[in-house]
C-alpha cells in the first residue's frame, strides 16, 4: 500500500484509465466515487486538495459527519436508507444510489419536493443474487418498480446500481456487471431510464472489472482510505 493519499489517488486515476482504455471506453465517462467510511477529517482534507470531488458513504450519519467537513464536495448515499432519515439524506446527498422501495420512492419525493430546486437524482439497485440476503430489486420486479417514477415528479431515475455477489470469480463479476449493463440499456431503449443512464457499480477489488463491462460510477473506500492500523 502506498503512503500518502496522492500517492494511493495517482494510482487509482491510472487503473480507471487502463480498464476504460482496455473496454475501448474514454475515461472521462467513469467517475470515482470515495467513500469515506475509513477517511478521517485530515484525509478527507487532503482528498479534496487533490482534486477530488465526489464522495459517499452508506449511513446518514456518517455522511452528516463528514458533510459537515467538507461541505463543497459532492456526496453521495450509497447505503439502505430508512424513511425517517430521508429528509437528511436529501438535504444533504446529490444523489441515493439503494432506491428499492415504493415507501422509501414516496417520502424521497416528498422531501425532494419541500428542500430542494430541482428533483433528486437516484439510482435503483438491483440485486441479480437475491439468495445472498442483500437488498435490491430482481431483473423482473425492476419494470413495475421504474413506473412508479410517473408518480414521483421530484425524483430524477438516473439509472441503476448494482452490488457484487459476494466470493465471486472474475468471471462471475464480468457476467453479473455486463448483466446490469444489459438491463441499463434494455430499459433505456423502453424509456424507463434516460439516454446514457449511470451505472454505478464496483468497488476497491473488483472496479477495473466493473468499469470494462461498463460502469460510469465506481464506489471505492479502503483503496484510496485504508483503515489504521
Given at each position: 500500500?502506498?503512503?500518502t493519499f496522492a500517492d494511493r489517488y495517482a494510482l487509482i486515476q ?147 446500481m448494482t452490488m457484487a455477489p459476494q466470493h465471486a470469480s472474475d468471471d462471475s463479476l464480468r457476467r453479473h456487471f455486463a ?51
Amino acid at each position: 500500500m502506498t503512503n500518502t493519499f496522492a500517492d494511493r489517488y495517482a494510482l487509482i486515476q491510472q487503473r480507471v484509465e487502463a480498464a476504460a482504455q482496455k473496454s475501448g471506453r474514454s475515461a472521462d465517462l467513469v467517475r470515482v466515487l470515495a467513500v469515506a467510511k475509513t477517511a478521517t477529517p485530515a484525509s478527507l482534507h487532503q482528498a479534496f486538495a487533490q482534486g477530488q470531488r465526489l464522495y459517499a458513504h452508506n449511513r446518514v450519519q456518517a455522511l452528516q459527519l463528514h458533510f459537515e467537513v467538507l461541505p463543497t464536495a459532492e456526496w453521495h448515499l450509497i447505503g439502505p436508507l430508512q424513511r425517517n432519515k430521508a429528509r437528511k439524506a436529501v438535504s444533504m446527498a446529490k444523489m441515493v444510489h439503494t432506491l428499492t422501495c415504493p415507501k422509501l420512492g414516496q417520502q424521497l419525493d416528498r422531501c425532494s419536493a419541500e428542500l430542494r430546486p430541482n428533483p433528486l437524482p437516484v439510482l435503483v439497485q438491483v440485486n441479480l443474487t437475491p439468495e445472498d440476503g442483500r437488498i435490491g430489486l430482481t431483473a423482473e420486479e425492476l419494470p413495475a418498480f421504474l413506473d412508479h417514477f410517473e408518480q414521483w415528479p421530484y425524483l430524477s431515475r438516473r439509472g441503476l446500481m448494482t452490488m457484487a455477489p459476494q466470493h465471486a470469480s472474475d468471471d462471475s463479476l464480468r457476467r453479473h456487471f455486463a448483466s446490469v449493463r444489459e438491463l441499463a440499456d434494455q430499459f433505456q431503449q423502453q424509456g424507463l431510464l434516460p439516454s446514457a443512464p449511470e451505472l454505478s457499480m464496483g468497488m476497491s477489488s473488483d472496479f477495473e472489472i466493473a468499469i470494462e463491462e461498463g460502469a460510469t460510477l465506481v464506489r471505492i473506500g479502503r483503496a484510496l482510505f485504508p483503515p489504521a492500523p
